[in-house]
């Protein structure tokens, strides 16, 4: 049995279920369209996402029709946000597979994540699920903004690390919270509960986007050399920002200049993952990444330990120790 069999066994069933309520919602009449979605289905990873879902459910009562309407909706607007992600990147792959935006170009991608924003609400609508639709909806502008954010302070010269926190909350860290919330609305109405739940998935979540962060300084197996794909976008990251406080006055100008420059050469990011290990910037990150999910952990302790709690902190780590 795998890692991920290992975690949703408290919710297998639901997940297998799931599957079928997923491609229902995504079907289309229009045969084009109905091709992209079943594309999509083809090439989704692993599924977190309603994994937090259902484990948050369960961990809070029994897993009702609104828990496969809050997975519906948030793994819909998700994959919607994914592919309308790949037009503003002009990435040509998603998981190893061709994007959308690679196969049927620009405009057929956007109209494929409008589809599925606009079968994420009719779901919430024709079910009354109004709540859900209000958190998943907050979280989807959220997620917009962060990316804006993030955009607009990428070639500034003095990011804070605030900032850092405020842009990953917003890109990450809130879809996260908005499935441990939805999930466990979906089986109580304890405002406590609910609110704590949020919590939950916020500290995961900020956890979560900060181990991309470090993939990044991550030796390739085949080159021994650090990835660099932010740091060719020039994504000022935690590691980054903590560098250039803890270096020393040269090399943290020459730190902040090879990230506003427009080089991209393996010599340039090279260096920029030599300064960042002397300034520490690695270390400095795994640690505040190892206190959000202590946080995390902390929030979860207060429940009565069950088989869904348990399988919601090995998800944690699973999340935080793969290896891609």
Same mark, same amino acid.
């Given at each position: 049995m795998?890692k991920i069999?290992h975690?949703s066994?408290?919710v297998?069933?639901?997940m297998?279920?799931?599957k079928?309520h997923?491609?229902?919602?995504?079907?289309?009449?229009?045969?084009?369209?109905d091709?992209?979605?079943?594309?999509?289905?083809?090439?989704?990873?692993?599924?977190l996402r309603?994994?937090f879902?259902?484990?948050?459910?369960k961990m809070?009562?029994?897993?009702?029709?609104?828990?496969?309407?809050?997975?519906?909706?948030? %793994?819909?607007?998700?994959?919607a946000?994914?592919?309308h992600?790949d037009?503003?990147d002009d990435?040509?792959?998603?998981?190893g597979?061709f994007s959308?935006k690679?196969?049927?170009?620009? &405009?057929?991608?956007v109209?494929?994540?409008?589809?599925?924003?606009?079968?994420?609400?009719?779901? @919430?609508?024709?079910?009354?699920?109004y709540d859900?639709l209000?958190?998943?909806?907050?979280a989807?502008?959220?997620?917009?903004e962060?990316?804006?954010?993030?955009y607009q302070?990428?070639?500034q010269?003095?990011?804070?690390?605030?900032?850092? $926190?405020e842009?990953?909350?917003?890109k990450?860290?809130?879809?996260?919270?908005?499935?441990?919330?939805?999930?466990?609305?979906?089986?109580?109405?304890d405002?406590?509960?609910?609110?704590?739940m949020?919590?939950?998935?916020?500290?995961?979540?900020?956890a979560?986007?900060?181990?991309d962060?470090l993939? #990044?300084?991550?030796?390739?197996?085949?080159?021994?050399k650090?990835k660099?794909n932010?740091?060719?976008?020039k994504?000022v990251?935690?590691?980054?920002? $903590?560098?250039?406080?803890?270096? %020393?006055?040269g090399?943290?100008?020459?730190?902040? @200049?090879?990230?506003q420059s427009?080089?991209?050469? &393996? %010599?340039?990011?090279?260096?920029?993952?030599?300064?960042? &290990?002397k300034g520490?910037?690695l270390?400095?990150?795994?640690?505040i990444m %190892?206190?959000y !999910?202590?946080?995390?952990?902390? !929030?979860l302790?207060?429940?009565?330990?069950?088989e869904?709690?348990?399988?919601?902190?090995?998800l944690?780590h $699973?999340?935080? #120790?793969?290896?891609?």
């Amino acid at each position: 049995m795998g890692k991920i069999a290992h975690i949703s066994a408290p919710v297998q069933l639901e997940m297998d279920t799931f599957k079928a309520h997923l491609r229902e919602s995504m079907r289309s009449e229009q045969k084009l369209m109905d091709i992209v979605m079943n594309y999509i289905l083809k090439t989704k990873g692993k599924q977190l996402r309603p994994l937090f879902v259902f484990l948050s459910a369960k961990m809070h009562g029994e897993i009702s029709d609104k828990s496969f309407t809050a997975a519906t909706l948030i %793994e819909l607007l998700h994959t919607a946000t994914l592919v309308h992600d790949d037009v503003v990147d002009d990435s040509f792959e998603r998981r190893g597979f061709f994007s959308i935006k690679a196969l049927w170009r620009s &405009k057929l991608a956007v109209l494929a994540g409008d589809y599925l924003l606009a079968q994420g609400l009719l779901i @919430s609508l024709k079910t009354k699920n109004y709540d859900l639709l209000e958190t998943v909806s907050y979280a989807v502008k959220e997620m917009s903004e962060g990316e804006l954010l993030q955009y607009q302070t990428a070639r500034q010269k003095n990011i804070t690390e605030e900032k850092y $926190y405020e842009i990953i909350r917003k890109k990450t860290a809130t879809l996260i919270s908005a499935c441990t919330q939805c999930g466990t609305m979906s089986t109580t109405q304890d405002e406590k509960t609910i609110q704590k739940m949020y919590d939950f998935g916020l500290n995961a979540g900020m956890a979560f986007q900060i181990r991309d962060d470090l993939f #990044d300084f991550q030796p390739d197996t085949s080159t021994g050399k650090p990835k660099g794909n932010d740091l060719k976008e020039k994504k000022v990251t935690l590691p980054i920002i $903590y560098s250039i406080r803890n270096l %020393e006055a040269g090399k943290s100008k020459k730190l902040r @200049s090879l990230m506003q420059s427009k080089s991209t050469s &393996k %010599e340039d990011i090279n260096l920029v993952f030599e300064l960042v &290990k002397k300034g520490g910037g690695l270390e400095y990150s795994q640690r505040i990444m %190892e206190e959000y !999910i202590q946080k995390s952990l902390n !929030i979860l302790a207060e429940f009565p330990e069950s088989e869904a709690s348990k399988s919601l902190e090995q998800l944690i780590h $699973y999340v935080i #120790d793969r290896k891609k």
